[in-house]
């Protein structure tokens, strides 16, 4: 249903010049996102102040109009698609970093902050901000929030929740909440920063995140060991973790994807591997004495499964050459066929080798090449079915195998998303994982902040 | 054969037939990277928005999505500096400034129109807007001579009017660098000066002291002959035929020359020339490994020369890089060396000095929004001053730079 002539004047009156859009030429591209599903939203408005935002909310409350914040839509799920009509609201001008104390290790920023731009102001201040999502550079720390997104480094430091300490959350109706503190221990009270990160945009708007810092790691290394077959590689990554390390990242690549990347270019391993199996791809961080004792001990622990080829990198350069490999995957990938179907799904770490075997036989058996890779060091895989939509057939057993792969990762013990989230595209699966009454205690916690359902309607859960 | 270069990043032509199609798959990298969308927090106007654009309107075409009018949404997609970032960004390669001309192309404009005959008529009008143009805050030109207040011509002239003050060959910057030994890599070639539309109409300093480099270092340099401009901007402009009328006016020209290394001295110049290579222009055999053989960053010859720093120079110059042609980053190296500590070069992906051809006429307020956010980066305080290798650059950040100042080619500072 499109906007009323008073509610649109009164948009107006509250967004002036350009930070109201309603021309569909201008809105189009607020109806989608990397999902590249898409709905027309009847407005798009872009705040530069939090003030601004309380007066929406409290107009779009009272008029019953849906609100969905959009960072810079970057998510993979849907999250950011108007599927109901209503406002977009996007976070471009809510843009700015408030504060990075070092004496009180936290960054307060509004959430149109781009991650990598908050990383680098930190970095200059001997800070860190350690949540590294594949899109740190061009994603906003609003989206981050709303996805509760991980990456590389969430096997050692975790994802964005664990560096959220407090937020100031606009709720439909204009109140404004403020959640937890600048205090790194704060356990005052139910924990709603928690509660709001990752919930989607479906609860309210978080308007300001106070963030957590720890003292900027002095170096860091890297280390690639390919190995003769798959179970070597797991076998590996076993030791590492048992001789006492906890690497930043523990990135597994099995054959399928080692060929794919050779396909590229030529591949710093052929010299010494005829056929790769598998890969691992690790680094560490720290001081620059604890960062080579533990080079020492990870060598040590892979060479028990006698990789043939290890290569060490301990220059930014030279690691970059190794992690943009790894970068190149998503290209590679469609040597296997110019579309494809991905998942995010995470097992329990111990069930990676068999949910990486199993996700191979799958596709075979429907004649699909299915690459099963990523961050095995948090159990988190990223997998991606490789077809032609273009053939009726193959799509449908794309679909199939989907199914399947989604089936296999409940059976697992494990879930659709280990950093994506639900949004659109993953929410037929959830009831299934979660179960009717979990999922009916989520919609319960939604009707109980925002009773009208104006928030980002129809996702996550 | 010598193999061709990767022309990739400068060439802005149609992709070759017989090709799928690629689709943007609104990944957002380009965001990260467009100058227009950093300056404006403007998504609509980002690559990826131009790209989701350009397809509705094909659907729109099949009937899918009859809401947007062909009219407006060309205008929307339009509004592009044609910096190229984003086809270096994007993992498909897709460039939007391509994208934009073909949209273009058939479908002038007065914008383009306008900026064709302004390229064009570049020998007479530049020079004479020029000198005009310190006439021009005596009259009144609507919006109080603020840059696209006022929208159509007047508002135009009147945004035009600092850039044309900023081409004013009687305020360039004053030369503090001399060149005291060279080398004889030049001895026995023969080389001709590309100097493209500023550095012909209102900049001749320039060609000169190119000119002196050169034949310091024993270069033979002919003449200029009867160029025309290189062309890049109106290919961006979607004036396709235009363009390749210059493009064959220029390679004439150098034939008539006797071929020789072509040099070019502004970086995007000699990213359009490059381009020339991979177009189909009645080559002869051979022709286009001698096109390309001098069309080297310029400070790679410049760099053959030992220089001494007078003291008249400032205690801080700021370095910006060009949005095309400056990949290997070569003037940015040179003059680090040359300059020592007094060079700044400190940059983001996402700046540009905002020039954009054709969009300095349909869209003056995101030009100048684009300018001033790359001026605040640097930071400049009086005395100081900005240095480039683009002539657009030159032009466009002497119209917008603090008053104390300066900003010329790097040519300028040479004694």
């Not at chain 1, 009831?431 to 939604?446: I, L, N």
């Not at chain 2, 403007?42 to 809401?67: C, I």
């Not at chain 2, 070569?330 to 540009?352: I, M």
Request: charged content about 20%.
């Amino acid at each position: 249903m499109p906007l009323s002539p008073s509610v649109l004047s009164e948009l107006q009156a509250i967004f002036p010049g350009d930070s109201l859009l309603v021309k569909p030429e201008e809105t189009l591209i607020f109806g989608t996102d990397a999902s590249r599903r898409h709905a027309l939203p009847d407005a798009v408005v872009r705040p530069d102040n939090t003030e601004q935002v309380t007066e929406l909310l409290r107009l779009a409350q009272a008029e019953g109009i849906p609100v969905y914040p959009r960072g810079r839509g970057t998510n993979v799920v849907g999250g950011c698609v108007p599927e109901h009509g209503g406002i977009v609201v996007s976070t471009a001008r809510l843009n700015r970093i408030l504060d990075i104390s070092s004496e009180d290790f936290v960054a307060v920023v509004q959430p149109g902050v781009v991650t990598g731009e908050l990383q680098e102001a930190c970095r200059s201040r001997g800070l860190f901000y350690a949540p590294d999502p594949a899109s740190v550079r061009f994603a906003s720390i609003g989206g981050n929030l709303a996805q509760n997104a991980g990456g590389m480094r969430a096997v050692k430091y975790g994802t964005t929740r664990d560096w959220v300490l407090g937020l100031t959350v606009v709720l439909p109706g204009g109140r404004t909440l403020a959640t937890g503190s600048r205090c790194h221990k704060d356990v005052a009270g139910l924990d709603l920063t928690r509660l709001f990160v990752g919930s989607e945009g479906t609860l309210g708007f978080i308007a300001e995140a106070t963030l957590k810092l720890v003292p900027l790691p002095e170096t860091q290394a890297s280390l690639l060991a390919v190995f003769a077959s798959e179970s070597d590689a797991l076998l590996a990554a076993r030791a590492v973790f048992a001789s006492g390390i906890l690497p930043t990242a523990m990135e597994f690549m099995p054959s399928e994807v080692l060929t794919a990347l050779a396909g590229l270019g030529p591949a710093s391993w052929a010299a010494s591997v005829a056929s790769a199996s598998a890969a691992l791809l690790m680094r560490l961080d720290g001081s620059a004495e604890a960062v080579g004792a533990d080079l020492t001990r990870l060598r040590r622990a892979v060479a028990s499964l006698s990789p043939p080829h290890l290569e060490e990198a301990r220059t930014p350069a030279d690691e970059e050459a190794l992690w943009e490999m790894r970068r190149q995957i998503n290209q590679a990938a469609y040597q296997y066929g110019p579309d494809k179907l991905s998942d995010d799904i995470a097992v329990p770490r111990g069930s990676v080798g068999e949910a990486v075997r199993r996700i191979r036989a799958l596709g075979s058996g429907l004649g699909l090449t299915i690459l099963a890779f990523g961050h095995l060091g948090d159990g988190n895989l990223h997998v991606n079915i490789m077809h032609d939509a273009s053939d009726p057939d193959q799509a449908a057993r794309a679909a199939k195998a989907k199914e399947e792969v989604l089936g296999l990762t409940i059976s697992l013990g494990g879930t659709i998303s280990g950093e994506h989230g639900v949004g659109l595209t993953k929410l037929p699966w959830l009831e299934p994982m979660r179960g009717h009454d979990t999922v009916e205690a989520m919609r319960m916690v939604k009707a109980a902040l925002d009773p009208k359902g104006i928030m980002n309607p129809g996702k996550a859960y | 054969m010598q193999k061709l270069p990767d022309l990739r990043h400068c060439d802005h032509q149609d992709a070759p037939s017989g090709v799928r199609p690629k689709t943007c798959i609104l990944c957002g990298k380009c965001l990260e990277v467009c100058p227009l969308f950093s300056a404006t927090g403007r998504e609509e106007l980002s690559p990826k928005a131009k790209f989701y654009l350009a397809r509705a309107m094909a659907l729109a075409t099949e009937g899918q999505t009859p809401e947007i009018s062909e009219k407006a949404a060309l205008e929307l997609a339009g509004k592009c500096l044609s910096c190229g970032k984003c086809e270096k960004a994007c993992p498909l390669g897709l460039c939007a400034p391509e994208l934009i001309s073909g949209l273009r192309a058939g479908r002038a404009n007065l914008e383009s129109l306008m900026w064709r005959v302004w390229v064009e008529n570049a020998r007479v009008l530049w020079p004479m807007m020029a000198t005009l143009s310190r006439l021009l805050p005596r009259f009144s030109l609507g919006g109080g001579g603020q840059a696209g207040q006022s929208g159509g011509l007047k508002g135009w002239l009147a945004g035009a009017a600092g850039s044309l003050r900023a081409m004013d060959s009687r305020t360039p910057v004053r030369p503090w660098l001399k060149a005291v030994a060279f080398e004889a890599c030049g001895a026995g070639r023969k080389a001709v000066l590309f100097p493209g539309c500023v550095a012909a109409h209102v900049r001749p300093r320039w060609t000169a002291s190119a000119a002196r480099i050169l034949e310091g270092l024993g270069f033979s340099v002919a003449l200029p002959p009867d160029f025309a401009c290189c062309g890049s901007t109106l290919g961006h402009a979607g004036l396709k035929d235009a363009q390749l009328r210059m493009q064959l006016q220029n390679l004439n020209a150098w034939r008539a020359a006797g071929s020789p290394e072509l040099v070019s001295f502004c970086a995007t110049c000699r990213c359009g020339l490059r381009s020339y290579a991979s177009r189909d222009l009645g080559w002869l055999p051979g022709e286009r490994e001698a096109w390309l053989a001098g069309l080297i960053p310029f400070s790679e010859l410049a760099g053959h020369a030992a220089y001494e720093v007078l003291p008249n120079a400032p205690a801080t110059v700021h370095y910006h890089t060009p949005c095309h042609g400056a990949g290997g980053g070569h003037d940015a190296d040179f003059l680090r060396k040359v300059l020592g500590a007094r060079l700044k070069t400190a940059t983001r992906k996402n700046l540009c000095c905002g020039f954009g051809g054709a969009l300095k006429l349909s869209a003056p307020e995101l030009s100048e929004a684009v300018a001033k956010r790359c001026l605040d980066f640097y930071g400049p305080e009086p005395g100081e001053q900005i240095l480039t290798g683009c002539s657009g650059c030159v032009i466009q950040l002497r119209a917008h730079a603090p008053s104390g100042v300066d900003v010329g080619h790097w040519l300028e500072i040479l004694k």
